[in-house]
């Protein structure tokens, strides 16, 4: 019977024009087997597999309604297809940038903005095994840099508390030794035999006695006036311990907040967005975005140094939300570029407000101890209602951004 199977399984192949690769032949071997009765032969039959599954596995394919293993070739090609879509990929990619940023350490923050942009706009790179040990590399820089700077702090409150500590000694030295000089005397007056007392012994103890009040004035004098001294620093660095207390606080919330300029950071703007989102969906109230971009913003830092560079973001940051006011809320975005969202304003209104922006910063000077910088921006402008979710809103306020950058930059764009 065997025989038989393989010799007409050569010559269906032959017929049929097909080269005998191991493939074909077991299905042609397979077809044959069939022919023949031999059903235990079966190329696509799906109950073969019962002997390699787990019990598990067996009963998933039967809830699939999977009979054959061609249909099971459909369903894990389907499933591969659906694995992980950009949508999924976009949330994972939303997990890693707030793992990453805000760092303490501002001078990595454009470093991780920049990545995270990258990753946004192509989330298959999730899979490179480079972008991972990337992923990794920051993390751990990133990481390193709060620690150093969360150790500093603390190593300035120690100092201070330090500090205050040795006042509060000297000031002690100062009672303990006015107690000492006072003991003294009084051992002396102990030592005087009232029995046989007379004028000199009594001039003696007037005489006792006026040392101990000139001890108790004179040290009085000395533990007021050091207590007035030691007030006096002991505020002082009161006043400084409450205010790095407050930057410590400030550094735990800079999740929120952003340490440098005090806007609240891209984790505030995606909490308020929801916000706005749900008065657009449930109320229609209109709104548009705004992003800005400060322009040859690397030239300031690597012609004038960071410190100058984060001068400019303080300015720029303080302007913009005065400008603003109450019209809108800003939020630092990452880097240079900051957003702000217009609540209630339609495209028309949202550019006039940041032109006059615009307009402002052009004719101001960022000071920078002696240094007059001008600064100008570029913007782009989007509004909600053109748009099918924040997501679009976003990208395209961010595309107009760049756009005005190509086209000159010092501009805003809709």
Not at 79 to 94: A, Q, T
């Amino acid at each position: 019977m065997l025989t038989n199977i393989v010799k007409n399984t050569f010559t269906n192949l032959n017929k049929n024009g097909l080269k005998a690769t191991p493939l074909e032949y077991k299905k042609a071997f397979c077809e044959e087997a069939k022919k023949m009765g031999q059903v235990h032969y079966g190329y696509d039959d799906i109950h073969t597999l019962d002997e390699v599954l787990s019990s598990k596995n067996a009963n998933k394919l039967k809830e699939l309604n999977i009979t054959s293993m061609g249909e099971l070739l459909t369903h894990i090609e389907k499933s591969f297809e659906n694995f992980m879509s950009n949508e999924d990929l976009c949330g994972l990619i939303n997990i890693v940038r707030d793992t990453l940023s805000p760092s303490l350490g501002n001078s990595i923050n454009d470093e991780i903005d920049l990545f995270n942009k990258n990753m946004e706009n192509n989330p298959q790179q999730l899979f490179d095994s480079k972008i991972q040990t990337k992923i990794h590399e920051l993390f751990e820089v990133r990481c390193t840099m709060d620690k150093k700077l969360m150790s500093s702090k603390t190593k300035q409150l120690t100092k201070m508390l330090a500090s205050v500590a040795q006042e509060f000694t000297n000031t002690m030295k100062v009672t303990n030794q006015s107690n000492t000089q006072v003991l003294k005397i009084r051992k002396n007056i102990e030592k005087i035999d009232t029995n046989s007392i007379d004028d000199k012994d009594i001039e003696n103890i007037k005489e006792q006695m006026i040392s101990v009040t000139k001890v108790f004035e004179e040290e009085t004098h000395k533990f007021s006036s050091s207590l007035e001294k030691n007030s006096t620093t002991i505020n002082n660095m009161t006043k400084r311990i409450e205010q790095l207390e407050k930057n410590l606080k400030d550094a735990k919330q800079d999740s929120i907040t952003d340490f440098m300029t005090g806007l609240m950071t891209r984790r505030g703007f995606d909490e308020y967005i929801l916000k706005i989102e749900k008065n657009f969906i449930n109320k229609n109230e209109e709104y548009c975005a705004v992003f800005f971009d400060i322009d040859h913003f690397k030239k300031v830092n690597d012609t004038y140094g960071h410190d100058a560079g984060d001068s400019v973001l303080t300015t720029f940051a303080k302007l913009l939300k005065i400008e603003t006011n109450k019209m809108g809320e800003v939020f630092r975005f990452g880097g240079e570029e900051f957003v702000s969202i217009f609540p209630k304003k339609d495209l028309e209104e949202s550019l006039s407000i940041a032109e006059k922006i615009r307009k402002r910063v052009e004719s101001s000077s960022f000071i920078h101890d002696d240094l007059k910088l001008k600064i100008t921006f570029s913007a782009g402008i989007a509004q909600r209602s053109m748009h099918e979710n924040t997501d679009s809103l976003i990208n395209t306020a961010d595309s107009l951004l760049y756009k005005a950058k190509q086209n000159g930059r010092n501009q805003v764009v809709v």
